[in-house]
Nanobody, 112 residues
Framework: QVQLVESGGGLVQPGGSLRLSCAAS????????MAWYRQAPGKEREWVAQ???????KYAVPVKGRFAISRDNAKNTVYLQMNSLKPEDTAVYYC??????WGQGTQVTVSS
């Protein structure tokens, strides 16, 4: 079955950086569209960024210029490099594959 396992979350100060990872199994990863979403307390889950199998990327306006999505097809892993973090980036971050499968999420907290 499809498994997506996120890691790399944690507590970081405003202006800091984190890199999230999502290891995938059970899918044809190199052809899969991979995406990151996030859900803040009391808010709906929102799309953050996506990357196609060919490496084309798209970003939500609030994170454009600060976050970077990338993938390593040899490792079946997608990454989210998050820089210049703000308190409003605090959320559970989820990996999604092919608009269908979800990971369990990893908590990111931006606070001083």
């Amino acid at each position: 079955q499809v498994q997506l396992v996120e890691s790399g979350g944690g507590l970081v100060q405003p202006g800091g950086s984190l890199r999230l990872s999502c290891a995938a199994s059970g899918i044809a990863f190199s052809r899969a569209i991979m995406a990151w979403y996030r859900q803040a307390p009391g808010k709906e889950r929102e799309w953050v960024a996506q990357i196609t199998g060919g490496g084309a990327t798209k970003y939500a306006v609030p994170v454009k210029g600060r976050f970077a999505i990338s993938r390593d097809n040899a490792k079946n892993t997608v990454y989210l490099q998050m820089n210049s973090l703000k308190p409003e980036d605090t959320a559970v971050y989820y990996c999604r594959a092919q608009y269908t499968y979800w990971g369990q999420g990893t908590q990111v907290t931006v606070s001083s």
